[in-house]
């Protein structure tokens, strides 16, 4: 066998070595995960409310899925697409109006894990894309029945936020952790698209709770 082959197959025996040892520091886990959104939403310029109304949030279920991919020993890359409700109320001695904004959103989180042990905290900081997928304002006035409006087509179709937060995992045994984190999604997108108020931007944001299950595979 000539020398040149002999150092060809050398080098390709040892990409494949460090591909492979490569793969086996790799760390993937996968699970359910579910919470609560407690929306807010700010409204530029303020909206004139009646005398007495006040503008509140709302608090809504979250319901997906995670999916991390680990390496380098504490940096994880970790998928969360989900349901999300968010929105808000304005409330006064007349009765009240909501609108509901429902969005499927898929937030791309960068963790870091702290310490090695069955409790493992760790912070995230990543984008959110969110497509809206309905908005309605519903009406309860005293005295008065009106039906719930679709707002639908004055909504932008897309939604962009920033996520961050932290919490730990719970190892229940050494491939099932039980996770639970705080964060806030900071809404950077104005989801206004009514060609009647062109100047008013529409942002929503919300403080969270999510507990969920991961799956070690790998």
């Given at each position: 066998m000539k020398k040149g082959t002999l150092i060809a197959l050398a080098v390709v025996a040892c990409a494949l070595l460090s591909a492979g040892q490569a793969m086996s520091q790799l760390e993937f886990g996968v699970g359910p995960k579910l919470g609560l959104n407690f929306a807010s939403t700010s409204i530029s310029p303020t909206p004139v409310y009646p005398a007495g109304a006040t503008q509140g949030g709302r608090t809504t279920f979250m319901i997906g899925a995670q999916a991390e991919l680990g390496f380098a020993k504490m940096f994880y890359?970790?998928?969360?697409?989900?349901?999300?409700?968010?929105?808000?109320?304005?409330?006064?001695s007349g009765g009240?109006?909501?609108v509901s904004v429902s969005e499927l959103q898929f937030p791309v989180l960068f963790k870091v894990k702290f310490m090695k042990g069955i409790i493992r905290p760790y912070a995230f900081l990543g984008p959110n894309i969110g497509f809206v997928m309905s908005a309605t304002e519903t009406f309860a006035i005293t005295g008065q029945t009106i039906p719930d409006q679709d707002l639908k087509s004055n909504t932008s179709?897309?939604?962009?936020?920033?996520?961050?937060?932290?919490?730990?995992?719970?190892?229940?045994?050494?491939?099932?952790?039980?996770?639970?984190?705080?964060?806030?999604?900071?809404?950077?997108?104005?989801?206004?698209?009514?060609?009647?108020?062109?100047?008013?931007?529409?942002?929503?944001?919300?403080?969270?709770?999510?507990?969920?299950a991961m799956s070690h595979i790998m």
């Amino acid at each position: 066998m000539k020398k040149g082959t002999l150092i060809a197959l050398a080098v390709v025996a040892c990409a494949l070595l460090s591909a492979g040892q490569a793969m086996s520091q790799l760390e993937f886990g996968v699970g359910p995960k579910l919470g609560l959104n407690f929306a807010s939403t700010s409204i530029s310029p303020t909206p004139v409310y009646p005398a007495g109304a006040t503008q509140g949030g709302r608090t809504t279920f979250m319901i997906g899925a995670q999916a991390e991919l680990g390496f380098a020993k504490m940096f994880y890359v970790q998928l969360e697409p989900g349901y999300i409700g968010k929105g808000y109320s304005v409330s006064g001695s007349g009765g009240s109006v909501t609108v509901s904004v429902s969005e499927l959103q898929f937030p791309v989180l960068f963790k870091v894990k702290f310490m090695k042990g069955i409790i493992r905290p760790y912070a995230f900081l990543g984008p959110n894309i969110g497509f809206v997928m309905s908005a309605t304002e519903t009406f309860a006035i005293t005295g008065q029945t009106i039906p719930d409006q679709d707002l639908k087509s004055n909504t932008s179709s897309t939604d962009f936020s920033l996520d961050f937060g932290g919490g730990a995992e719970y190892n229940v045994t050494p491939k099932i952790g039980i996770t639970g984190d705080i964060r806030y999604s900071l809404g950077l997108a104005n989801l206004n698209n009514n060609p009647l108020s062109p100047g008013v931007t529409i942002k929503g944001s919300g403080f969270q709770i999510l507990f969920g299950a991961m799956s070690h595979i790998m």
